[in-house]
Structure formats: C-alpha cells, structure tokens
C-alpha cells in the first residue's frame, strides 16, 4: 500500500468496537505474529496519567535526544497527520515507511482497532531502528491499554482525576488502579498523583517492589512550554532522568536544561497568533487547568471569547461548568471526529444552566473568523475542548 491507501485502509478499522470485551489477548497475539519485535526497544519508559502525559514525553525525548541518545517517541492522538505519533530522535516517521509498517502489520489483523495496529507498527519500526530508549504514551487507561505489553523499565502515572469513566471506573481509586497497571514487578514508578490515588499507585508500588518517586514541581529551569501544569510535569520528568542516571545514563545538567527549554509541543497553551491560544483540554482536569491559566490573563486582555468543541463521550457538562466562569463570550463548535458533541446539545445547558446564548458554528475555522471578526486588538480568543477541535487550527491554509 502506498501511503494514501494506508490511510483509507486505517479508516475502516474500528476506533474502539463496543462490542468487543477489553482485553490485551488481540494485541499480544498481532504481536507474537510479528515475531515479538516489541521486547527489543531499549529502555522503555511507559507513561499514563489524566493530563500532561504528551508533554511529560515530549520533554524527555528532547532531553533524551539532545544528550545523544537515538530515541524512540510514541504519542497519541495526533492533531494533523497519524505520523505524528511516531518519532525517532523527534523526527516524524516518513509516509513511505509509516505506509511500509502498516503493510507489515495488515496481513495479521483481524479484529484489531485502529489504536492497535499505528501501534504495532510503530513498535516494528523502533525495533528496527535499534532505538537506545523508548517513551510510550499510554492511549487509555493503563492495565488494559495496546501499549502495555511493553517491558518497561520507568512507569510514570501524571496525575489522576476522572476521566474515560465508563472503560476506568467512577472514582479517582479506580482510574489510578486501571492507569497503575501499567507498572511492572522490581522496577521503578514515578508520579505526581496525589491523595487517595498516590496512596493507591503506592499500594500496587509495594505489592510488585517497585520504587515510587513521588516528584514535585520545579522551578529550576527555562521551560518553553507555558503554563503553571509545566512546571509539574518538568518535576516528573527530571526525576525520570534522575532515576536513568543511576542506571548509567550520562545525561549532563546543561543537556537536561537545553532540552526543556527547546522542547516543541504544539496544542499546549500555545499562541498562534498575538490573541489567539490553543489548548488540546479535553476532560474535567485539562479543563480547569486552563480556566486557572487564564484567569492570569485577565489584566492583559479585556474579553476572553472561547471557540469551543468537546466530544460526546466526555463530561462535557463539567468541562463547561469549569471554562464558563472566565469566558465572556463562547462560540460553539464542532470538533472533526464521529465522537463530536453536537454544537446545540452545549447550547441548550449553556443557556438553561447559564443564560447564555451561545453561537453556534460548526465549522471550526469559520468558528475561528467568527471569533476573530468581534474580537478586539485587547481580547483573548482561545480554541479549546478537544484534540480535533484544536488539530484543524494548525492545518496549512
């Protein structure tokens, strides 16, 4: 298949089957049919938790690779292209060999998810490579999550708060058990998780003799990415460091500070433009980290006016409660997935919960002109809800 086929092909598998019983047995079996190429990608470090995951392993593929280490990164979702969750040394896999992998991959697929088989062949093609370290996203949850057939020598748990309610449970306890069950007996667990879920993720740290780190934030270095979660997710990912030097990595002070400062990770609190913010918030906790975040920006812009697109299976209703209190003005929209909240459906409890009436623009950059049309030189627009609400504001015009 050549790449644009690869797509078409990756389009007909299901994004999650609800009919199909959650379990790791179809991928350890793609796996074992592609000769077990996933137990050769160096040292792993397998990262989950409800927010700041993709940050956490940006930051330290960065570090990783300007020390000079060849450095395998896999992330998801991806905002633009699916090679985006593919990296070697940060640079994305080419379409020509993403399309190769796949084509590797194909002929063993039965019921497999879409997760599932970017998945493998992404684990295929770090083998390959011969990649010294690798940092695997978690997609959902943890125990149960395609990636977890990894050997890990780090697991790292971010934080916790709900999220995927239905697939992890209804309490904090219960997401960090499901995300926890990514670590592995006589290793090492670094998190900030906090309250009762740090007491669970510390229970299941001492059954398997696992080190647990617990890290703090830092305000030792130069972060490029904004936001006061950064200086969270920079604690983690230097105890993470701290935690490879001892096990004979030579990674210098100087390299650790130059790869956070240099480290690219769009979506995050990011402006595009002098008023215009974007930020991939996409449940409850993202969300009130970014409502905190802007909050700080009140004296510098008189209006926040906030275009915005969440998923239907998310709580919407409390992600909404959490940005309505600093948001002057809301434009709703509708985020580029199957999933999508219909705009209305956030209309109605804006305005029965509120009184607020919203516009509603399903087009995401129409809804992003709109924005832009009544904003002043001194308003804030910001783009925010999902990954597919925010993904199309960075597509080349």
Request: with cysteine; charged share 25%; aromatic share 6%.
């Amino acid at each position: 298949m050549n790449y644009n086929q690869t797509i078409q092909y990756l389009e007909t598998l299901q994004t999650e089957d609800p009919n199909r019983e959650w379990t790791l047995e179809p991928m350890q079996e793609l796996m074992e049919k592609l000769g077990y190429l996933h137990v050769n990608l160096g040292t792993v470090i397998h990262v989950t938790g409800t927010n700041g995951k993709g940050s956490v392993c940006a930051m330290l593929a960065q570090i990783l690779k300007t020390t000079g280490y060849k450095t395998a990164l896999y992330t998801s979702p991806h905002l633009n292209r699916v090679t985006e969750r593919i990296k070697i040394n940060n640079e994305e896999i080419s379409k020509e060999d993403f399309a190769a992998y796949i084509t590797k991959v194909q002929p063993f697929v039965t019921m497999h998810s879409f997760f599932e088989v970017v998945t493998a062949a992404a684990f295929l093609y770090f083998a390959d490579k011969k990649t010294e370290v690798s940092i695997i996203e978690v997609g959902m949850g943890g125990r149960l999550d395609a990636t977890n057939i990894v050997e890990s020598t780090i697991s790292v748990v971010t934080n916790i708060s709900l999220e995927h309610t239905k697939r992890l449970g209804k309490t904090e306890e219960s997401i960090a058990k499901e995300k926890a069950g990514i670590i592995k007996k006589d290793t090492l667990c670094v998190t900030a998780a906090t309250g009762d879920a740090y007491h669970v993720i510390q229970k299941i740290c001492t059954e398997k003799n696992v080190q647990l780190i617990h890290a703090k934030p830092t305000d030792a270095y130069h972060l490029s990415l904004h936001g006061e979660m950064q200086k969270e997710n920079a604690g983690i990912v230097v105890a993470v460091i701290d935690a490879l030097k001892k096990r004979g990595f030579e990674i210098p002070k100087i390299h650790i500070a130059e790869g956070l400062q240099t480290t690219h990770w769009p979506g995050r609190l990011d402006f595009i433009e002098k008023n215009v913010l974007v930020d991939v918030a996409h449940n409850p906790g993202g969300m009130a980290q970014l409502a905190n975040e802007l909050k700080k920006f009140k004296e510098q812009f008189k209006k926040v006016i906030l275009v915005l697109g969440i998923l239907s299976d998310k709580d919407w209703k409390v992600m909404l409660d959490e940005i309505v209190p600093v948001a002057d003005t809301i434009i709703l929209t509708k985020p580029q997935s199957e999933r999508a909240a219909e705009p209305d459906s956030l209309h109605r409890y804006l305005s029965k919960s509120y009184g607020i009436d919203a516009q509603c623009i399903e087009n995401i950059k129409m809804a992003l002109e709109k924005a832009k049309h009544i904003a002043t030189h001194n308003d804030l627009i910001v783009v925010t809800g999902s990954f597919y609400t925010v993904g199309p504001i960075y597509e080349k015009k």
